[in-house]
Nanobody, 126 residues
Framework: QVQLVESGGGSVQAGGSLRLSCAAS????????MGWFRQAPGKEREFVAA????????YYADSVKGRFTISRDNAKNTEYLQMNSLKPEDTAVYYC???????????????????WGQGTQVTVSS
């Protein structure tokens, strides 16, 4: 059974940093894209960042570009999201996600992903 488990969320003040981790089990995802999404109260789930299977390509939403960094450690079957210069508008539940198939996906679409973590809350106060 595939499981994605996020950790590292919490509460920080604006300008602070957090590092999210997503540990996968039940399948080796070294050949798969992986992504991060977030959902704020009353809003739709939105794309944050994605990374190719090798880590050689990374993609970001405009709202986080230059502040967030996605990475992965395939030996640990884990992906990360380093979040710097956090803003109150970054407050949301953050989800990691993985697709069901290898190869290129429309990484920005939630529908491209099959496996989802339970989410971790990130709260940024002003």
């Amino acid at each position: 059974q595939v499981q994605l488990v996020e950790s590292g969320g919490g509460s920080v003040q604006a300008g602070g940093s957090l590092r999210l981790s997503c540990a996968a089990s039940g399948r080796t995802f070294s050949s798969y894209y992986m992504g991060w999404f977030r959902q704020a109260p009353g809003k739709e789930r939105e794309f944050v960042a994605a990374i190719s299977w090798s880590g050689g390509s990374t993609y970001y939403a405009d709202s986080v570009k230059g502040r967030f960094t996605i990475s992965r450690d395939n030996a640990k079957n884990t992906e990360y999201l380093q979040m710097n210069s956090l803003k109150p508008e970054d407050t949301a539940v953050y989800y990691c996600a993985a697709p069901a198939r290898v190869g290129y996906i429309d990484y920005y679409r939630p529908s491209s992903y099959y496996y989802w973590g339970q989410g971790t809350q990130v709260t940024v106060s002003s």
